[in-house]
T-cell receptor
């Protein structure tokens, strides 16, 4: 199926651990994004890559590091996890250009204990 | 800076009744406006968008939204809702700047009751 996929779907971990979330899209898009949705459903962009180049970097702690090995993949690595990192993380992709539709993955629910 | 306000966090409505979900935005530059829908435990899907031209835009499943520049609004309407329309609806704005960055509102839960 053509889609944006994320792994894992659920991630439960202890404070202080390091974890990664993987994202892949097979839609032929050249721009990918990471969003964070908090417990109140507020959705905020974290990062965006275009052709493996970082183009959006919001005020996100340095513990969060995105990596884009190629146009189809954008992974998110989080160091020294904190309680406040608990959220649903969505990956999305689109063609480059203005006002392009973004296609979202199913989300990864991260719970930090 | 841009922002989006969705004043209603939850809108309960009976099946087959009309509904309006409100969205207001603020921006000092030209904007593009979007409505995304999130069904339970899923990612977001684009419902409709306004780029330019006709201020009334429609989706394939009966929703419509009207861009009102003077009131800086982009309210979403449907004349008759179904149980299957129950979902979280997010209004979003992006600017005519260099990136495709979306600024989302806080969402409105449309709860359709039988």
């Amino acid at each position: 199926d053509t889609a944006v996929s994320q792994t894992p779907k659920y991630l439960v971990t202890q404070m202080g651990n390091d974890k990664s979330i993987k994202c892949e899209q097979n839609l032929g898009h050249d721009t990918m994004y990471w969003y964070k949705q908090d417990s109140k459903k507020f959705l905020k962009i974290m990062f965006s890559y275009n052709n493996k180049e970082l183009i959006i970097n919001e005020t996100v702690p340095n513990r969060f590091s995105p990596k884009s090995p190629d146009k189809a993949h954008l992974n998110l690595h989080i160091n020294s996890l904190e309680l406040g990192d608990s959220a649903v993380y969505f990956c999305a992709s689109s063609h480059s250009g203005l006002a392009r539709e973004q296609f979202f993955g199913p989300g990864t629910r991260l719970t930090v204990l | 800076a841009q922002s989006v306000t969705q004043l209603d966090s939850q809108v309960p409505v009976f099946e087959e009744a009309p509904v309006e979900l409100r969205c207001n935005y603020s921006s000092s530059v030209s904007v593009y406006l979007f409505w995304y829908v999130q069904y339970p435990n899923q990612g977001l899907q684009l419902l409709l968008k306004y780029l330019s031209g006709s201020t009334l835009v429609e989706s394939i499943n009966g929703f419509e939204a009207e861009f009102n520049k003077s009131q800086t609004s982009f309210h979403l309407r449907k004349p008759s809702v179904h149980i299957s329309d129950t979902a979280e609806y997010f209004c979003a704005v992006s600017s005519s700047g260099a990136t495709n960055k979306l600024i989302f509102g806080t969402g409105t839960l449309l709860a359709v009751q039988p």
